[in-house]
């Protein structure tokens, strides 16, 4: 998730730079919709990996919660809960920060 912010944050600096740039009266003449455009797929682009990222941490944090239940008879339903809705709100200050 690091990594792919890494890759996202100079890429999203880049367009927004070049939105200003077009919007400047010296520039007029060059067609600002391109760089919206451009601007509005990349955020596209990073909402979806990064969701598919918080699903495969959710995904994996509820096998592991499931395998920890059935091969420990202490561990109940009330912690795996407990541990879904931590693994949750984690990925959710996750992404809060890189968005």
Do not use: E
Not at 32 to 44: D, E, F, G, M, P
Not at 77 to 95: E, K, P, S, W
């Amino acid at each position: 998730m690091i990594l792919l912010r890494h890759l996202y944050a100079p890429c999203t600096r880049n367009l927004k730079r070049l939105a200003g740039v077009t919007r400047s009266p010296v520039y007029s003449q060059l067609t600002s919709t391109r760089v919206l455009y451009l601007v509005s797929v990349v955020n596209r682009w990073s909402a979806m990996r990064f969701d598919a990222i918080s699903l495969l941490f959710i995904a994996s944090t509820l096998a592991l919660a499931i395998v920890a239940r059935l091969t420990q008879p202490q561990f109940s339903t009330v912690d795996i809960a407990l541990t879904l809705t931590f693994a949750i709100n984690l990925m959710g200050l996750f992404q809060w920060t890189i968005r």
